[in-house]
């Protein structure tokens, strides 16, 4: 029961987005609950995406906070900042959602190695890619493989059910779940215009990623050259030449 949406309503779908077995934990404030009874007081909702936790087994095992709540606090901490500095500010206007992402075969006591739960080789959910397939020693399978970007379709299109007041989602992330962010918006094809469509805009902030997907191919290139050496660049490239990089 808790994994169905209330039948008065149409089950959105869009892309090729389906229903997938597995779960992803998640944050949210009391009554934000995707599977909850739909709530009309909601008109934004705030997507956040956390960064890559435990980058060596030594550091795990310190950790104490899960990734995802940890985000979560810090959103709900800025909102009560904004709330002091705006009386008008409507808090309960606002839902938070924060996920929480598994990486595969890095036991993490917050997700109490839940075979149902979709885990990902490293932090590569950050790309797009699919999840590993999780399946029982007699092959019964637990989790599907999928990609994470499906995953973020699923929270939207569950957010278009759960809030039917909703006027803006913002989707945002820090570090890796910033890389997220942005590679969602470029590669979220469909997703944009389906939620626009239903009357809802969308906003994607990337904070802090260790890079920013670049869009093209292609690149400018210095006269006579076949590469370009990561780093800062060297500003006035006028006489640079677009073209594909060797490598």
Same mark, same amino acid.
């Given at each position: ?15 090729? =987005? ?22 009309? #007081? ?14 060596? #087994? ?12 940890? %985000? ?10 904004? /709330?002091?500095?705006?009386? /008008?500010?409507?808090? @309960? ?8 992402? %598994?990486?595969?075969?890095? +036991?993490?006591? +917050? ?5 149902? =739960? ?48 909703? @006027? %803006?989602?913002?989707?945002? $992330?820090?570090?890796?779940? $910033? ?13 944009? @215009? ?15 990623? $260790? ?13 006579? %050259? ?22």
């Amino acid at each position: 029961a808790d994994e169905c949406v209330d039948t008065s309503r149409e089950f959105i779908r869009w892309a090729d =987005a389906a229903y997938f077995r597995g779960r992803m934990p998640y944050y949210c404030d009391p009554g934000s609950e995707l599977d909850g009874p739909p709530d009309h #007081e909601v008109k934004r909702m705030i997507l956040v995406l956390h960064g890559v936790v435990g980058v060596s #087994e030594a550091e795990l095992a310190k950790m104490n906070l899960a990734p995802g709540l940890n %985000q979560f606090r810090n959103v709900m901490t800025a909102l009560a900042k904004a /709330e002091r500095l705006d009386p /008008e500010l409507d808090r @309960e206007s606002i839902a938070v959602i924060s996920p929480n992402v %598994q990486r595969t075969d890095q +036991w993490q006591p +917050w997700t109490d190695e839940d075979k149902r =739960a979709w885990t990902w080789t490293r932090s590569t959910w950050n790309q797009g890619t699919r999840s590993m397939l999780r399946e029982t020693k007699s092959g019964a399978i637990k989790a599907d493989s999928v990609s994470s970007f499906d995953v973020l379709d699923e929270f939207l299109r569950a957010a278009l059910i759960k809030f039917p007041e909703l @006027e %803006q989602i913002v989707v945002t $992330g820090h570090s890796t779940g $910033g890389q997220a962010v942005h590679r969602y918006a470029l590669l979220g094809v469909g997703v944009h @215009e389906r939620i626009e469509a239903a009357g809802v805009s969308i906003r994607y902030v990337s904070a802090n990623p $260790g890079a920013y997907a670049f869009p093209l191919i292609r690149r400018k290139l210095p006269p006579g %050259q076949t590469a370009v050496r990561a780093g800062i660049g060297v500003g006035d490239t006028l006489d640079w030449k677009w073209g594909v990089p060797k490598g």
